[in-house]
């Protein structure tokens, strides 16, 4: 049967060759297409960076323009959408409620799947493909606000296509109903920022789940909500949430060495610390605190920064992180700055889904451009029982 390799969580296996975004573990570097991202945070936005990742270049004037257009006018969702939403307990996770309704919407667009639709499936349809980016990209907002709304029990708010993406999120979420109501700037700006730093990372988890949903050719709504699923675990996107729980959990500075003596004991997991590729530092970490302080600024300091710094201060003079070459990642300091915010801890996993949907695509549209796409089926070492007689149940004890 020929030499398989025996590579459990894939430490040793590229799946891909991919020119969409590239990490320098060692000295903390990270490139969309080419573009640092301190460079990207600086002169860029959100929904730019959205379309450098998924065609591989910066949109000339009249792209852009075109882009936001119609990524803003595929914001609306069918009633439908709707009431399915109103029909989730109103304590559902926001992220179950996400990856539930997004896979529903492949049923309102059946023709996105080449083989309902009778298409060829081997002939990729670039426009049809291209409506799908801007209905998903554009529609996200609206069922991730869906979701928030659903939570503290208020009507949906329609989306205001006039505005940015970012704004009209925020708008979405807090709308009192009041036409000139508008998100505090430096919180839109903080917003599309962090949505910046979480649109793209390569071959996570998440990523190389919607990689392999996409490889058996089904349709994106339907990946997208596989590759949400991934996300949504603590190891992930997750992390997220999980870090607040834990600072709340220590709860003040005094507790600190506790926590991280049974963190050693293997007894928990210090969240939001270590990284399968990053090893010397996360260059998201320092972005995300740059954000932070100026989210502060308006919102004042959350309270539990301070045991997030001693704990990181903590950790980072300790042996048992340093030898393991652990150091805060993305997710150690962005649930503070969206708990600042106001955002129920458990819509957090959500807030870096809405962005990387943006990476998912990229991917997506890389995939079918591959010449070397077939569907992905890994191989195992079976360490099984060999073929062995059935015992009936007449003559089991
Ligand atoms: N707390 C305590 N020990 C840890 C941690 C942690 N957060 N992370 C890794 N270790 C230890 C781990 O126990 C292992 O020790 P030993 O060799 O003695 O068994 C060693 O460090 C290597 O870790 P690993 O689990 O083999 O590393 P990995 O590449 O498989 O996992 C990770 C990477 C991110 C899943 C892991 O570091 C982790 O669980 N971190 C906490 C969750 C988290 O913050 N996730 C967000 C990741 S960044 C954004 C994203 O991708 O969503």
Redo the contacts with the bound molecule.
Sequence with gaps: EGLRVYDP?FLNTAVVKSQVSYVDGERGILLYRGYRIEDLLKHSNYLEVAYLLIYGELPDKLQAAGWEKQIMTHTYLHVKVNDLMKSFNYDAHPMGMFISSIAALSTFHPEANPSLAGANIFLQDVKLCNKQFKRIIGKATTLAANAYRHRIGREFNSPQNGLGYTENFLCMLDCLGEADYRPHPVLVDALDKLFIIHAE?EM??STTAMRLIGSSLVDPYSAISGAAAA?YG????G?NE??VHMLEEIGSVENIPDFIAQ?KN?EK????????VYKNF?PRASLVRDVLYKVFEVCGQEPLMKVAVALEQAALNDDY?VS?R?YP????YSGLIYKAMGFPTDFFPLL?AIPRISGWLAHWNEMLADPDLKIWRPRQVYTGEAARPFVPMSERP
């Design positions: 969580a990372h996570n988890c996300l603590p190891l992930h996107g992390a999980a870090v963190v293997r997991k210090l969240m939001g610390f270590g990284h399968r996360d992180f393991r652990l990642n993305v997710d150690f870096f």
